[in-house]
T-cell receptor, first 116, second 115 residues
């Protein structure tokens, strides 16, 4: 079964460092997303990406965050200067479309970011 | 804006029994989709079931069924014949189908299946 692949599974970084989280969405999917889940809390939307541009972003997705699809397969989330409160599980997801069952998001296993 | 409410922080169920996890929602979108995801202790988000707002019948997927009551704005998940492996966090979520609206999650319900 096709899956969304995320790397690294766990990253520990010092406050102020840059972090890049990588994702390989399902190959025929057209819509890509990043979500985050702070430990014990609900899953929060960060950003959606379609046709090589951001289509929607939340208040959390400030200037410290950026996304990129550098080639035909990878989808990355960059945090420029990490803060303690960025510690969370970051989920990448993709979907085929927006209508009916095609808008089901398939999630990766997540990348756990710990900022010290 | 969409909002999902899950009022049960935790639920217990005996193995082989059925359990209902509650979910209510609010939206101004005329057309939307409702989803349930399972998050086991390993952390991944596993898609379980989807219900479109204009679907005539309630969705079913194996032991999972979605009790969709549009007038009440509820989309409860029913798990039949619970198994120990069903112990996990369960999230209800929704998204509109107009534009690329994001999937919005509830706070989740932790289900514990007892042998």
């Amino acid at each position: 079964e096709p899956e969304v692949t995320q790397t690294p599974s766990h990253q520990v970084t010092q406050m102020g460092q840059e972090v890049i989280l990588r994702c390989v969405p399902i190959s025929n999917h057209l819509y890509f997303y990043w979500y985050r889940q702070i430990l014990g809390q609900k899953v929060e939307f960060l950003v959606s990406f379609y046709n090589n541009e951001i289509s929607e972003k939340s208040e959390i997705f400030d200037d410290q965050f950026s996304v990129e699809r550098p080639d035909g397969s990878n989808f990355t989330l960059k945090i420029r200067s990490t803060k303690l409160e960025d510690s969370a599980m970051y989920f990448c997801a993709s979907s085929l479309g927006q209508i009916s069952g095609a808008n089901v998001l398939t999630f990766g296993a997540g990348s756990r970011l710990t900022v010290l | 804006a969409q909002k999902i409410t899950q009022t049960q922080p935790g639920m217990f169920v005996q193995e082989k029994e059925a359990v209902t996890l509650d979910c209510t929602y609010d939206t101004s979108d005329p057309s939307y989709g409702l989803f349930w995801y399972k998050q086991p202790s390993s952390g991944e988000m596993i898609f379980l079931i989807y219900q479109g707002s204009y679907d005539q019948q309630n969705a079913t997927e194996g032991r999972y069924s979605l009790n969709f009551q549009k007038a009440r704005k509820s989309a409860n998940l029913v798990i039949s014949a619970s198994q120990l492996g069903d112990s996990a966090m369960y999230f209800c979520a929704m998204r509109g189908v107009s534009g690329n609206t994001p999937l919005v999650f509830g706070k989740g319900t932790r289900l514990s299946v007892i042998a």
